[in-house]
Structures are given as C-alpha cells and as structure tokens.
C-alpha cells in the first residue's frame, strides 16, 4: 500500500530534550516536506527536500533542522524543543518538483512540549 | 494580510444543500491552485486541483478569477460524508513546491 509513515504519532516531552520524528515514504517520490498545523494558521511549511541531500527552508524553519540521506526518509529534528513547538506535524512527499504534484500526506504526530 | 485567507466557517448546512466556499490569494504570480480536504483529525487530503478554466468533478466544481485572486468551491447536493474542512491551497510558482495553505473553512452537513 502506497503511503506514507510517521513515527511517532503521539509524543508528550519536555523543554530541552532532543527528539527526532521519523518520516518514510514508500512510493519513490522526489519531493518531501513538513509542516506543523496550529488552530487558526493553517498548515506552515517548516522545511522541504526536492531529493537526496538536497534541503531548503520552508516559512518556519527556527527550532528545526531535516536531512535527506536516503530518498525514502525525511526525519524532523527539533534539538532544543520549546513549549511554542508544541503543534500537530505532517509530512508529506509528492512525485517531482512542480505545483501540480499531489500532496501525499502522513497521519500527523501530536507532540506536546512541556 | 496573509497569503492565502478563507473564511472559516463553520457552514452549517443540511444535506442536500448546495454550499460555496471563497478563498483569496495574495501573490498575483501563483501559478498553481488546490482544494484539500482534511477529516477532523486526519491527514489533508487532496480533494480537486483547479484549473484557470473551471473544473468539476461530479458533484464539486472550483473556479478561478485570476483578475480578483480568487477561488472558489461549490458543493451541490451536500451528503453527511462532505463534512470536514476545506484548505485552499496554492503554489507561488511551479518550482520548489512551496505551497502555502489556507487556514480551512469548517463545513458540517446536518441530517
């Protein structure tokens, strides 16, 4: 089945403590990115890789770094999380570059910074 | 003034209703424009792609007015299963696909 995996879905940490979420996508598709989902701001790009070791900074990049070393995983990293991280994560990946690629998303990870 | 603006409703209206939904864009130079659904507490969705000259896909239709930088959804004949939010979506360019979304708007088909 074509999609794509976040991991994890729930996670409740607190202020400092490094954590990575992962994201997979088993399609073969080019283009991986994410975003976090705040009531009343809709969905914000943090960071998006058009391929392999090729990154780049989406609207709200501070508190986040991503790495594209295989072409099927896109994991966020949040170094020093901080209670305003505190949001609802997708990813999402899309067959090439472009604006008429579907967006395929991940089921979303709810983190909680505390 | 944000990129992308919808109203966020809710629309509350009973099956069978037709219901239209707007959304605004700032950057004139965007190229590319979407309707996405997302299910309370579910992943977006890609519901339509719109094209410059009106496109429907049986019972949802969008529009674009360039001129105005607007869209435009209309659902006819609303089902209990439309119930979800709607995220406008639009790509500045065709390049990069930094797409930017729409907050939502709500919709709730009641029985």
């Known amino acids: 089945e074509a999609q794509v995996t976040q991991n994890p879905r729930y996670l409740i940490t607190v202020t400092g403590k490094k954590l990575t979420v992962t994201c997979s996508q088993n399609?073969?598709?080019?283009?991986m990115s994410w975003y976090r989902q705040d009531p009343g701001l809709g969905l914000r790009q943090i960071y998006y890789?058009?391929?392999?070791?090729?990154?780049d900074k989406g609207d709200v990049p501070e508190g986040y770094k991503v790495s594209r070393k295989e072409k099927r995983n896109f994991p966020l990293i949040l170094e020093s999380p901080s209670p305003n991280q505190t949001s609802l994560y997708f990813c999402?990946?899309?067959?090439?570059?472009?604006?008429?690629?579907?967006?395929?998303f991940g089921e979303g990870s709810r983190l909680t910074v505390l | 003034r944000k990129e992308v603006e919808q109203d966020p409703g809710p629309f509350n209206v009973p099956e069978g209703a037709t219901v239209a939904f707007n959304c605004t864009y700032s950057?004139?130079?965007?190229?590319?424009f979407f309707w996405y659904r997302q299910d309370c507490r579910k992943e977006p969705k890609l519901l339509m792609s719109?094209?410059?000259s009106g496109n429907e896909d049986g019972r949802f239709t969008a529009q674009l007015n360039r001129a105005s930088q607007y869209i435009s959804l209309l659902i006819r004949d609303s089902k209990l299963s439309d119930s979800a939010t709607y995220l406008c979506?639009?790509?500045?360019?065709?390049?990069?696909?930094?797409?930017?979304f729409g907050p939502g708007t709500r919709l709730s088909v009641l029985p």
């Open positions: 999402a990946s899309s067959k090439s570059g472009g604006g008429t690629g579907e967006l395929f």
């Open positions: 399609m073969n598709h080019e283009y």
């Open positions: 890789s058009m391929n392999v070791e090729v990154t």
């Open positions: 950057n004139s130079a965007s190229q590319s």
């Open positions: 719109v094209y410059s």
């Open positions: 979506v639009v790509n500045p360019d065709n390049y990069g696909q930094n797409f930017v």
